[in-house]
């Protein structure tokens, strides 16, 4: 089965960083690419993708050059780096694979 754990999520300043982290167990990480999305509103948004060996990153228009995806899998983690961030950023942030795993989420708050 396996499953998701995020953290690092907290209340920043408009303009200011935050890292969030995911972390793996119970299932063969390194064998998945790994999705970080975030839901604010009705829908969930993807904000960025990595490949199995992190070789690969993808970002949408809405968060690239400000957000920055990597992973440790010795560490079975992912991370997401994000800078500048702004108000419309805030939203629970998660980590998901293709098989439909997901992580409960942190909260990101941005605050004007």
């Known amino acids: 089965e396996g499953q998701f754990v995020e953290s690092g999520g907290g209340v920043v300043q408009s303009g200011g960083s935050l890292r969030l982290s995911c972390t793996a167990s119970?299932?063969?990480?390194?064998?998945?690419?790994i999705t970080w999305a975030r839901q604010g509103g009705m829908n969930p948004e993807w904000v960025a993708w990595i490949s199995t060996t992190g070789g690969k990153t993808n970002y949408p228009d809405s968060v690239k050059g400000r957000f920055t995806v990597s992973r440790d899998n010795a560490k079975n983690t992912v991370y997401l780096q994000m800078n500048n961030l702004k108000p419309e950023d805030t939203a629970l942030y998660f980590c998901?694979?293709?098989?439909?795993?997901r992580g409960p989420g942190t909260q990101v708050t941005v605050a004007s």
């Open positions: 998901r694979d293709n098989t439909g795993r």
């Open positions: 119970g299932f063969a990480f390194s064998d998945y690419g």
